[in-house]
C-alpha cells in the first residue's frame, strides 16, 4: 500500500487515552467487584425519568434525530431563562469544543487556556495549526491575570475550565470579570462548567449573564457529570446567537442522537435526584479530604466531583497497586503532575474501599 500520512497538524496530536472500563480491568486481571473512580462519572447514575425517556426514545431510533434539538431546546429555555438562539448542542461538549475550534480558528491565530487543564483544548488548537498559550496553574488553579497576560491581537479563543478538570479548583467571579475586563474585541472566551451543578460557592460567576450582556462570552455545560449521561454525549452551550450560528455551520446536521435527546429533556424534570446526586458528592469529597489529611496527603480544594491529591511519590505505582485491589483512579502523570492522582467521589462504601486500599498501598 502507498504511504498515506495524515496532514502535519493531525499527526502532531495524541488520541485520547480514557479510563479503562471496569470489564475491561476484570478480564485482564481476573478480578471482580471493580470500583472505577477514574472518569468523574456520576455514581449514582442517571434519574430513573431519564432512564425512561431513553426507553421509550428507543422506538423512534429508525429516523433521523432532530437537528435542532427542537425538545430540549424548549426544556433548557425554560430551565435557564434564555432564548432558544442562544443555545447550541453537541455530541458532548468536548464536540462543542472541536465546532468553536472549526469555526473560529485559522493558523495564524492563537489560544489561551491553561496547563494542566481539560485536553480538547489543546486538540482543538493543534488540529487548526494554531499557536497555543498554555499558562501554568497557579496553587492548582487557573491563574487568569497571567491568562490575561498573554493576550494580543491575534488571540482568538480562550479556554477556561471552571471548575478545572483534573484539579477541581475554582476562579471566582471576580477573577473572571478581571480577565473579561481584557478580552481582545475579535476574542471569544470559552468558560466550560461542566461540574456546574455541583457547585454552591457564593463567589461562583453566574456566567449566563455574560451572554445576556453580550460580552464575548460562550457557556459550556453537560449532562455527561451530574446528570450521568456520559454515555449517551449530550453537552450545551449558552452564547451569543452569532456565535450559534458560526456553530451550526460547522457540525454535522446530526449530532445529538435521538436518546440523548430526549433522555437529556427528562432529566431536568427531576431535581430532587440532582439535590441527592450533589449530597452524595458531598459526603463523599468530605471522606476523601479527610483520609488525605490523616495520611498527610495535600490536596486541591475541589468544587467537583474529584479531588487532586499528592500522593508524595510516583502515582503510577500507585494506581497500579490501588487496581490490584480493585480500585481505578487517574495517575496525573498524563497531566504532567506525576506524583498527582485525580480520584472520582464514588458512593459511601465505594469511597471506603478506595481509602482502605489507600491505606494499605502508602503503608
Ligand atoms: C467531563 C468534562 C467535559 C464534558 O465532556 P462531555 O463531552 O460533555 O462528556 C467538558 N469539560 C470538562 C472540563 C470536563 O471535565
Redesign the pocket.
Known amino acids: 500500500m502507498a504511504t498515506i500520512t495524515a496532514r502535519e497538524n493531525v499527526r502532531r496530536l495524541v488520541p485520547y487515552v480514557a479510563g479503562k472500563p471496569i470489564e475491561e480491568v476484570e478480564r485482564e486481571l481476573g478480578i471482580r467487584d471493580i470500583v472505577k473512580l477514574a472518569s468523574?462519572e456520576s455514581p449514582l447514575g442517571p434519574s430513573p425519568k431519564a432512564l425512561e425517556a431513553a426507553r421509550n426514545a428507543l422506538e423512534n431510533i429508525r429516523m433521523y434525530p432532530e437537528g435542532s434539538c427542537y425538545v430540549l431546546r424548549q426544556e433548557l429555555v425554560k430551565h435557564l431563562g434564555v432564548e432558544p438562539e442562544m443555545l447550541m448542542f453537541?455530541n458532548?461538549?468536548?464536540?462543542l469544543?472541536h465546532c468553536l475550534g472549526l469555526a473560529y480558528l485559522d493558523p495564524e491565530d492563537e489560544v489561551v487556556t491553561a496547563a494542566p487543564?481539560?485536553v480538547?483544548y489543546r486538540a482543538a488548537a493543534l488540529l487548526a495549526g494554531c499557536t497555543l498559550h498554555e499558562v501554568p496553574l497557579r496553587d492548582y488553579t487557573y491563574d487568569l491575570d497571567a491568562l490575561a497576560d498573554r493576550f494580543n491581537e491575534r488571540t482568538r479563543l480562550v479556554f477556561i475550565?471552571n471548575p478545572?478538570?483534573p484539579t477541581g479548583t475554582m476562579n471566582t467571579r471576580a477573577e473572571v470579570e478581571r480577565l473579561l475586563d481584557r478580552l481582545p474585541e475579535r476574542t471569544l472566551c470559552v468558560l466550560?462548567e461542566?461540574?456546574y451543578e455541583y457547585i454552591d460557592h457564593p463567589d461562583y460567576p453566574q456566567s449566563i449573564d455574560y451572554v445576556r450582556q453580550g460580552r464575548n462570552v460562550a457557556v459550556?455545560r453537560?449532562?455527561?457529570?451530574i446528570y450521568a449521561l456520559?454515555g449517551l454525549?449530550?453537552?450545551y452551550g449558552i452564547a451569543a446567537p452569532e456565535v450559534v450560528r458560526a456553530v451550526d455551520q460547522v457540525r454535522e446536521p446530526f449530532n445529538v442522537n435521538t436518546v440523548a435527546q430526549y433522555a437529556a429533556a427528562a432529566s431536568l424534570q427531576d431535581p430532587e435526584h440532582v439535590a441527592r446526586s450533589r449530597k452524595v458528592n458531598e459526603e463523599g469529597k468530605r471522606m476523601f479530604c479527610e483520609a488525605f489529611a490523616r495520611l498527610g496527603l495535600s490536596y486541591a480544594p475541589s468544587q467537583a466531583n474529584f479531588v487532586f491529591v499528592d500522593l508524595g511519590r510516583d502515582s503510577v505505582e500507585v494506581a497500579d497497586a490501588l487496581l490490584r485491589r480493585g480500585v481505578i483512579i487517574r495517575s496525573g502523570k498524563i497531566f504532567g503532575t506525576p506524583t498527582c492522582a485525580r480520584v472520582t467521589v464514588g458512593l459511601p462504601e465505594e469511597n471506603r474501599r478506595f481509602i482502605a486500599a489507600l491505606e494499605e498501598v502508602l503503608a
Do not use: H, M
Open positions: 468523574n453537541g458532548g461538549s468536548d464536540d469544543i487543564t481539560f480538547q475550565a478545572n478538570n466550560d461542566a461540574y459550556l453537560t449532562f455527561s457529570k456520559a454525549r449530550v453537552g
